[in-house]
């Protein structure tokens, strides 16, 4: 077995891919594969249900929220949620924080005006912007929770004046989160939730309707909801997959557990690259990712064979992007500490031959 620290799609429990391959032969004794019956099935409608019922467990959804599973990616939500939310004419306040942020700036840019309350781009995104002001009159206000590839996170979220949009794709169901101070979050599933394939939206009922757009079906959170995310067909097996990896995160403990895990995690791998002496962190230490752990060498020259040892022991996923270079290693959810362990070691046998 590999130590998979992939940045997305990222590893999944074990027994759920397990459950998930006896799905496909024969979902749960029907004699038909998940992959082969209607969604409007009383097998499948009852794998929504519950994926729906787990996600509001697992992070006490408040009522006034609807739960949707759609498809098109988080990149597909840059749009929509503009598309949505912003009326004609109107305005909506960005946090720009990474890549991610940047892309959802974009998009918004086809219905809008985009005001950039703050940017860390002149550090390459090295921390998260904290002193800012959140205009009153935007439509909402977009953040990027947790920036993938920079290894940046937010500890904490503004009180705001508007809506807050926030894109969790990559920290979502990894720590508590109050919902309720959120008008829209939206996750490509593909990290902590389940394959790629399902992009999870949680929206307040009482936002949408209101920017007097004519909003085509497929793009329509209303519609949507109306649809039980059934308007077409969805991505079932996907929506499957995310269903059993949220029912693995009940039998953990939950988030609660889980976040815990996460701390323990994040703590020994950043204590071993401030400990010893070869790596460094890259980031404000004050906002470092629990997910995302980048990290470079003092010696740039090293990077190349400690590569080479990290895979000889089985670590996979752990080069940076190529915007950042270095390394990024994801620990996601499903990702034992003992795999941290293993990477540790690496990096201490690594130091230990290269004094
Ligand atoms: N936002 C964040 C924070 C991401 O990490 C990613 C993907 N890595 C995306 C958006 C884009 O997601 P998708 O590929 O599902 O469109």
């Not at 006034?64 to 109107?90: D, K």
């Not at 995160?249 to 010893?276: F, P, W």
């Not at 190529?322 to 034992?336: H, M, W």
Request: proline share 5%.
């Amino acid at each position: 077995m590999k130590h998979n620290f992939g940045a997305g799609p990222g590893i999944l429990p074990h027994e759920v891919l397990k459950q998930a391959a006896a799905g496909v032969l024969d979902l749960n004794g029907i004699g038909l594969s998940i992959l082969e019956i209607s969604h409007r099935s009383a097998e499948f409608e009852a794998i929504l249900d519950e994926a729906v019922k787990l996600v509001k467990e697992l992070l006490e959804v408040p009522e006034g929220y609807s739960v949707l599973f759609l498809q098109g990616g988080a990149s597909t939500q840059f749009a929509l949620a503009p598309y949505n939310l912003l009326p004609e004419g109107g305005k909506a306040a960005y946090l720009e924080t990474g890549v991610w942020a940047n892309k959802a700036m974009k998009e918004a840019k086809f219905f809008g005006e985009v005001q950039v309350v703050a940017s860390s781009k002149e550090s390459n995104f090295t921390y998260i912007p904290k002193d800012f002001v959140i205009p009153a009159d935007a439509a909402y206000f977009h953040i990027t929770s947790n920036n993938t590839i920079y290894g940046t996170q937010s500890q904490s979220f503004p009180k705001s004046p508007v809506p807050v949009v926030c894109d969790m794709s990559s920290d979502i169901f990894s720590r508590k989160i109050n919902v309720a101070d959120f008008g829209l979050i939206y996750a490509g599933a593909q990290k902590n939730m389940g394959p790629a394939g399902t992009t999870l939206v949680i929206v307040k009922d009482d936002i949408l309707g209101k920017s007097g757009r004519k909003i085509p079906a497929m793009f329509n959170y209303q519609v949507q909801i109306e649809g039980g995310s059934m308007y077409n067909t969805p991505p079932c097996f996907a929506i499957y997959v995310s269903m059993l990896t949220l029912n693995w995160l009940k039998s953990k403990g939950g988030v609660a557990a889980i976040e815990a895990e996460n701390i323990a995690k994040a703590k020994v791998l950043y204590g071993e690259i401030d400990r010893n002496p070869l790596f460094k962190g890259v980031c404000a230490v004050e906002d470092r990712s629990h997910m995302n752990v980048c990290f470079v060498m003092e010696n740039p020259e090293h990077e190349k064979p400690f590569l080479k040892l990290a895979e000889e022991k089985g670590i996979v996923g752990i080069k940076g992007h190529r915007s950042v270079g270095g390394f990024r290693a994801s620990i996601y959810n499903a990702l034992p500490i003992t795999s941290v362990y293993v990477l540790i070691d690496a990096m201490q046998e690594f130091a230990e031959k290269n004094k």
